[in-house]
């Protein structure tokens, strides 16, 4: 199976930025649609971002549409979620993911990342 290692996460104020980062662990890594989902306290698992393997063409829900960008580096094996202009909303847990075909649903998903801790401060 495809490992994914995070990291990254922290704390920040609001309207600070972050970078997480998501390594894979094989060369298969550029063919697949990689994800970054996140979970609020109580909340179910929800779609942030996700990108095609040609790193072009990427998808946002519209909360962080403006502020979040997703982009891959298919030679380093490793995807990324810069984060800006952080809001309280924005915290929970982050998660990166890995599948062969595009998805927004958590369940469409075998392959994760351990998981990232993303507070922000008023």
């Known amino acids: 199976q495809v490992q994914l290692v995070e990291s990254g996460g922290g704390v920040v104020q609001t309207g600070g930025s972050l970078r997480l980062s998501c390594a894979a662990s094989e060369s298969t890594f550029s063919r697949y649609f990689m994800a970054w989902f996140r979970q609020p306290p109580g909340k179910e698992r929800e779609f942030v971002a996700g990108i095609t393997w040609s790193g072009y063409n990427t998808y946002y829900t519209d909360s962080v549409k403006g502020r979040f960008t997703i982009s891959r580096d298919n030679a380093k094996k490793t995807v990324y979620l810069q984060m800006n202009s952080l809001k309280h909303e924005d915290t929970a847990d982050y998660y990166c993911?890995?599948?062969?075909?595009?998805?927004?649903?958590?369940?469409?998903?075998?392959?994760w990342g351990q998981g990232s801790q993303i507070t922000v401060s008023a």
């Open positions: 993911a890995a599948d062969p075909l595009y998805g927004n649903d958590p369940k469409d998903y075998n392959y």
